[in-house]
């Protein structure tokens, strides 16, 4: 049974540009939630989706979006890159919210310049 | 101060040493995880728990509501074990979501 996977790995962009990230959850999961990762902030919660709605936005700005689509894959945008945005960004899928164990990718490391 | 607070940042242990983690918070959950994460960044959920005990392999896992506490036990340490160790809770009435918020995690180095 194949893991969450999310594409890319690593990416490099620059201040003012947009980025989309990819999550394909693990086959039958419906449930995909994204982190982000910083040395200083640590580990936090971004947004979480089920069945292609958003249930559940953590505290980033506005520039943060997500969707999620039929076949349950998720991706994430940022919009107008800023350096504080250079982290790694985790999604992770289960079954169902909060119930069933969620299963982490791998992560893309995002490094904006 | 953090809602989740993890002791110690920093472990070095000798292989074959029992380790213990610890997890505190201050608000009400639904269900506390413990996560692993090696280096290059991929995270593996080691357990969820929502009361008592739980044990895979070398690693057991318990939590206390009433206090609040949560400790992750590894026994018989092997150099493989070596990873940041990561506590994150559900809060209480949020639903079944995999919101979370995590602790700074344990940095666990096992020396040969």
């Known amino acids: 049974k194949a893991g969450v996977t999310q594409t890319p790995r690593y990416l490099i962009k620059t201040r003012g540009q947009q980025v989309t990230l990819s999550c394909s959850p693990i086959?039958?999961?419906?449930?995909v939630s994204w982190y982000q990762q910083t040395p200083g902030q640590g580990l936090q919660f971004l947004f979480e989706?089920?069945?292609?709605?958003?249930?559940n936005k953590g505290n980033f700005p506005g520039r943060f979006s997500g969707r999620q689509f039929s076949n349950s894959r998720s991706e994430m945008n940022v919009s107008t890159l800023e350096l504080g945005d250079s982290a790694l960004y985790l999604c992770a899928s289960s079954l169902v919210s909060g119930v069933s164990e969620a299963f982490f990718g791998q992560g893309t490391r995002l490094t904006v310049v | 101060k953090n809602e989740v607070e993890q002791s110690p940042q920093n472990l070095t242990a000798q292989e074959g040493e029992f380790i213990t983690i610890n997890c505190s918070y201050s608000?009400?959950?639904?269900?506390l995880h413990w996560l692993q994460q090696h280096p290059g960044g991929g995270i593996v959920s080691l357990f969820m728990l929502s009361s008592g005990k739980k044990k895979h392999g070398r690693l057991i896992a318990t939590i206390n509501i009433q206090e609040k506490h949560s400790s992750l036990h590894i026994t018989a340490s092997h150099p493989r074990d070596s990873a940041v160790y990561i506590c994150?809770?559900?809060?209480?009435?949020?639903?079944?979501?995999?919101?979370?918020?995590f602790g700074t995690g344990t940095l666990l180095a096992v020396q040969p």
């Open positions: 989706y089920f069945s292609e709605t958003q249930r």
């Open positions: 608000v009400g959950i639904s269900a």
């Open positions: 086959s039958g999961h419906r449930s």
């Open positions: 994150a809770v559900r809060l209480l009435g949020g639903g079944a979501t995999n919101k979370l918020i």
